[in-house]
């Protein structure tokens, strides 16, 4: 069975510093992995995914993740951080057939200060 | 990119009433469509998985005949919830895609249900 660990439940950080949101997944073949940014009340985003490829991802917003298979990691990144970054983020894992329904991360609350 | 309505996006019932949600794809055939459900400051859960014309594949522990899944027509799936209770109070979503490997899965802006 698929899952996804996102270790941190809160992270503060002040505004123009650079953030990493940390996600881990179990799966045993390749997986698809997934980046969504959800606001309070809101439905989700996708910022980024990875299929195959470039293991370093560009997405909206300014955010990128890395595909580590060796850690089993699928970390979120970004340089500098702006105040109207502050939301909900859930890393997700699906599977590589037709159905590829989505296994979800905890989520992470990025609070950011001014 | 391909946009997922779903309505309404609040409602509040009482118990022991049925509430209807729909999921519609807008500019896309959706094969498939996905229910989850979010407590509040909890991730998503998936419920059911349904395919356009065929039955709705529930996960464990999610009750299909409270949770009623109609998948009649490839832009449109409905989660009926049955005789709903103050637990059933959750913040539900749905996604769809075209069938296919290296396809992603499109969000609804979600429903928040309430029931007094």
């Known amino acids: 069975a698929q899952s996804v660990t996102q270790p941190d439940i809160h992270i503060t950080v002040s505004e123009g510093a650079s953030l990493e949101l940390r996600c881990n997944y179990s799966?045993?073949?390749?997986?698809?992995l997934f980046w969504y940014v959800q606001s309070p009340g809101q439905g989700l985003q996708l910022l980024l995914k990875?299929?195959?490829?470039?293991?370093l991802v560009q997405g909206i917003k300014g955010f990128e993740a890395e595909f580590k298979r060796s850690q089993s990691s699928f970390n979120l990144r970004k340089p500098s951080v702006h105040w109207s970054d502050a939301a909900e983020y859930f890393c997700?894992?699906?599977?590589?057939?037709?159905?590829?329904?989505?296994?979800f991360g905890g989520g992470t609350r990025l609070m950011v200060k001014p | 990119g391909a946009v997922v309505s779903q309505h309404p996006s609040r409602v509040i019932c009482k118990s022991g009433t049925s509430v209807k949600i729909e999921c519609r794809s807008l500019?896309?055939?959706?094969?498939?469509m996905f229910w989850y459900r979010q407590f509040p400051k909890q991730s998503l859960m998936l419920m059911a998985t349904?395919?356009?014309?065929?039955?709705?594949?529930?996960e464990q522990g999610v009750e299909k005949d409270k949770f009623l899944i109609n998948h009649a027509s490839l832009t449109l799936s409905t989660l009926t919830v049955t005789s709903a209770h103050p637990e059933d109070s959750s913040f539900y979503i749905c996604?769809?895609?075209?069938?296919?490997?290296?396809?992603?899965?499109?969000f609804g802006q979600g429903t928040r249900l309430t029931v007094v």
């Open positions: 799966y045993g073949a390749t997986p698809y």
């Open positions: 997700a894992v699906g599977s590589n057939n037709a159905g590829n329904m989505l296994t």
């Open positions: 996604s769809a895609k075209v069938g296919g490997r290296d396809t992603e899965a499109f």
């Open positions: 349904s395919n356009e014309g065929s039955k709705a594949t529930y």
């Open positions: 500019d896309f055939q959706a094969t498939t």
């Open positions: 990875y299929f195959s490829g470039d293991t």
